[in-house]
């Protein structure tokens, strides 16, 4: 089975965030593949094992950077990369911006399905997989928590999460699917993996070259940072019934919520 | 001067209150007010759209919409747009919006921008405020399509009565089946009436000092005294222990939520978790270790065991509430 993996490098969850005009600081931040993309890489690779067959190109938009996210994916098990490296497009691209590059790179290729994460861990938009199958012309199930595949790879059944429960879906192939916790449990990479990921391609292109000038549709215009908490009153009393009924009583007169 | 038209989930025979919320907003922005409500059984509730500022509402209903696929609901959205030609499209950030709203904007040829928790306007333009690193940073996203696709988080604005005119209009839809592709097999709800995390009003959640999956029995009594608004959830670590199910998490990699009141019990409070929760409007945290980080966020702080206080706490309310 052969798949595509689009995925995205962020700050890793633990960076404090520092606001830098309408950006975020660029100092002391740890780069790392975008959680819910390496669910879509392990995935794909776990396709290619069990089909005995296939292989997995990733496909990243972004800076100089990325390239080491890209080797961390090719050293899980992937095979080959496309790296659009376009620093400028990268700095400004929306969601939309962002489908329009990653679908260019994508056409050229031979796939059964794409996968990536149901939103990036940084911006949050999770509007990339729903475009880009809207701009490749392909089904979309986002939020896929199972998969599997048929032999003859022409379809797949795939249980997604809906508020309160899961539903079924059976969607024909090739399709873009994003992935959400719970999919799979991302491997780490081999020191084997690590060293044969050096050498494995990595074809470097940019947005120009793709033939893509659509620009982004939404821009930020201010960033700030959310108002800081403080800390209230720490409740105390002889006994955890004491406190219990102190803050029964803080909820029921203060808060006034029961 | 071009209006808005939004669109309104249905679930389970009724219009979800997401869709009130962001009508009512639209109302007040001014211009005119269209809502396209879509789903089986939509017919009967549409009129209720009315009194929080509908002033046109298109029905599209029928067996084909009882359950959710995006291609079906985006091709009958995308023919009510068509007529109306709004300035400005609203959706609700619910489970499904986050699906729909990206499918219906590309469909469009537009960007769009997601989960907004307020919007303002400058002449004919929407300006959004939302969230980005799980609520670490905020952000003022402006759009240059038109027209301005925009979701908007649930719970975040609050609705309020605005009369609209409220003329119904039933739409006729052509689907072109053969794009239709995605088969439902099967959908298994959950049994518990439970609100979703993002929606609900109150959330009790427990982390790793919960020691085991055994022992959310008690929140979720906790919890059930609050009323039907109310619903458990769960940290990171108490979801990667396998106590809990990915969709109780709460946190950078689970879900944002901004409910009136949230307690933590056995919630250290680590970055990723204070991102997601950071905008409760009350926090209470219970935790027997005094340093614990989340008691420099809460508004109220229980340093004591939870197996003690949890339990004191359910009687304390019970009699509170007689």
């Given at each position: 089975m052969n798949t595509v993996v689009c995925l995205k490098q962020v700050p890793d969850t633990e960076t404090l965030i520092k606001v830098a005009g309408t950006t975020i600081a660029a100092e002391g931040i740890k780069w790392v593949i975008s959680s819910f993309d390496e669910y879509a890489v392990e995935e794909a690779i776990r396709m290619k094992e069990k089909m005995n067959a296939g292989k997995v190109t990733i496909v990243s938009l972004g800076p100089d950077r990325v390239i080491e996210s890209i080797r961390t994916a090719l050293a899980m098990g992937a095979d080959e990369a496309v790296h659009v490296n376009d620093g400028a497009y990268y700095d400004k691209a929306d969601p939309y911006a962002t489908a329009q590059v990653l679908a260019a790179a994508i056409k050229g290729l031979t796939f059964d399905a794409v996968f990536l994460g149901k939103q990036a861990i940084d911006d949050d938009c999770g509007q990339v997989p729903a475009m880009l199958g809207e701009l490749l012309g392909l089904p979309v199930v986002t939020q896929v928590i199972k998969l599997d595949v048929a032999a003859d790879k022409k379809s797949a059944t795939v249980t997604r999460e809906i508020e309160g429960g899961q539903v079924v879906l059976d969607v024909p192939l090739p399709a873009v699917l994003s992935a959400q916790k719970g999919l799979n449990e991302p491997r780490y990479a081999s020191l084997p993996g690590i060293m044969k990921a050096k050498k494995k391609p990595v074809d470097v292109k940019n947005a120009g070259g793709l033939g893509v000038s659509t620009g982004p549709m939404t821009v930020i215009k201010e960033m700030s940072l959310p108002p800081a908490r403080q800390a209230g009153k720490i409740i105390t009393g002889d006994d955890a019934k004491a406190k219990a009924a102190a803050l029964a009583k803080a909820l029921h007169e203060e808060v006034k919520i029961i | 001067m071009p209006g808005t038209l939004i669109y309104a989930e249905v679930q389970k025979g009724e219009i979800k209150k997401g869709a009130f919320e962001i009508t009512s907003k639209a109302k007040e922005l001014g211009g005119e007010v269209s809502v396209c409500v879509i789903g089986k059984g939509a017919e009967a509730v549409a009129p209720q759209l009315a009194k929080f500022g509908a002033d046109k509402i298109y029905v599209v209903d029928g067996p084909e919409f009882e359950n959710y696929v995006p291609e079906a609901f985006v091709q009958a959205f995308v023919q009510v747009a068509q007529k109306v030609q709004p300035g400005v499209i609203f959706c609700s950030a619910s489970a499904q919006g986050k699906d729909f709203a990206p499918a219906m904007a590309a469909r469009l040829n537009v960007g769009a921008i997601s989960d907004c928790v307020d919007v303002k306007k400058e002449g004919d333009k929407i300006i959004a405020k939302r969230p980005m690193y799980a609520g670490k940073a905020y952000a003022m996203v402006e759009s240059m399509s038109n027209p301005q696709v925009i979701s908007v988080r649930p719970n975040a604005l609050g609705s309020k009565e605005i009369a609209g005119a409220g003329a119904i209009e039933k739409v006729a839809v052509s689907l072109d089946a053969a794009k239709i592709t995605v088969k439902v097999k099967a959908v298994e709800v959950a049994s518990t009436t439970e609100p979703d995390q993002t929606e609900a009003e109150i959330i009790v959640s427990g982390g790793r000092?919960?020691?085991?999956?055994?022992?959310y029995k008690m929140l979720e009594d906790l919890a059930k005294?609050?009323?039907?608004?109310a619903t458990t959830g769960a940290s990171r670590a108490a979801v990667d222990a396998g106590w809990?199910?990915?969709?109780?998490q709460v946190g950078q990699t689970g879900k944002t939520v901004s409910p009136n009141l949230y307690i933590a019990a056995g919630i250290s409070g680590a970055i990723q978790h204070m991102a997601g929760m950071g905008t409760s409007k009350v926090i209470v945290a219970i935790n027997k270790?005094?340093?614990?980080?989340?008691f420099t966020k809460a508004d109220y702080g229980i340093v004591d065991d939870l197996f003690n206080f949890v339990p004191a706490l359910i009687d304390e309310i019970k009699k509170i509430k007689g």
């Amino acid at each position: 089975m052969n798949t595509v993996v689009c995925l995205k490098q962020v700050p890793d969850t633990e960076t404090l965030i520092k606001v830098a005009g309408t950006t975020i600081a660029a100092e002391g931040i740890k780069w790392v593949i975008s959680s819910f993309d390496e669910y879509a890489v392990e995935e794909a690779i776990r396709m290619k094992e069990k089909m005995n067959a296939g292989k997995v190109t990733i496909v990243s938009l972004g800076p100089d950077r990325v390239i080491e996210s890209i080797r961390t994916a090719l050293a899980m098990g992937a095979d080959e990369a496309v790296h659009v490296n376009d620093g400028a497009y990268y700095d400004k691209a929306d969601p939309y911006a962002t489908a329009q590059v990653l679908a260019a790179a994508i056409k050229g290729l031979t796939f059964d399905a794409v996968f990536l994460g149901k939103q990036a861990i940084d911006d949050d938009c999770g509007q990339v997989p729903a475009m880009l199958g809207e701009l490749l012309g392909l089904p979309v199930v986002t939020q896929v928590i199972k998969l599997d595949v048929a032999a003859d790879k022409k379809s797949a059944t795939v249980t997604r999460e809906i508020e309160g429960g899961q539903v079924v879906l059976d969607v024909p192939l090739p399709a873009v699917l994003s992935a959400q916790k719970g999919l799979n449990e991302p491997r780490y990479a081999s020191l084997p993996g690590i060293m044969k990921a050096k050498k494995k391609p990595v074809d470097v292109k940019n947005a120009g070259g793709l033939g893509v000038s659509t620009g982004p549709m939404t821009v930020i215009k201010e960033m700030s940072l959310p108002p800081a908490r403080q800390a209230g009153k720490i409740i105390t009393g002889d006994d955890a019934k004491a406190k219990a009924a102190a803050l029964a009583k803080a909820l029921h007169e203060e808060v006034k919520i029961i | 001067m071009p209006g808005t038209l939004i669109y309104a989930e249905v679930q389970k025979g009724e219009i979800k209150k997401g869709a009130f919320e962001i009508t009512s907003k639209a109302k007040e922005l001014g211009g005119e007010v269209s809502v396209c409500v879509i789903g089986k059984g939509a017919e009967a509730v549409a009129p209720q759209l009315a009194k929080f500022g509908a002033d046109k509402i298109y029905v599209v209903d029928g067996p084909e919409f009882e359950n959710y696929v995006p291609e079906a609901f985006v091709q009958a959205f995308v023919q009510v747009a068509q007529k109306v030609q709004p300035g400005v499209i609203f959706c609700s950030a619910s489970a499904q919006g986050k699906d729909f709203a990206p499918a219906m904007a590309a469909r469009l040829n537009v960007g769009a921008i997601s989960d907004c928790v307020d919007v303002k306007k400058e002449g004919d333009k929407i300006i959004a405020k939302r969230p980005m690193y799980a609520g670490k940073a905020y952000a003022m996203v402006e759009s240059m399509s038109n027209p301005q696709v925009i979701s908007v988080r649930p719970n975040a604005l609050g609705s309020k009565e605005i009369a609209g005119a409220g003329a119904i209009e039933k739409v006729a839809v052509s689907l072109d089946a053969a794009k239709i592709t995605v088969k439902v097999k099967a959908v298994e709800v959950a049994s518990t009436t439970e609100p979703d995390q993002t929606e609900a009003e109150i959330i009790v959640s427990g982390g790793r000092g919960m020691k085991g999956p055994e022992n959310y029995k008690m929140l979720e009594d906790l919890a059930k005294l609050f009323g039907p608004t109310a619903t458990t959830g769960a940290s990171r670590a108490a979801v990667d222990a396998g106590w809990r199910s990915h969709s109780y998490q709460v946190g950078q990699t689970g879900k944002t939520v901004s409910p009136n009141l949230y307690i933590a019990a056995g919630i250290s409070g680590a970055i990723q978790h204070m991102a997601g929760m950071g905008t409760s409007k009350v926090i209470v945290a219970i935790n027997k270790d005094a340093e614990a980080p989340i008691f420099t966020k809460a508004d109220y702080g229980i340093v004591d065991d939870l197996f003690n206080f949890v339990p004191a706490l359910i009687d304390e309310i019970k009699k509170i509430k007689g």
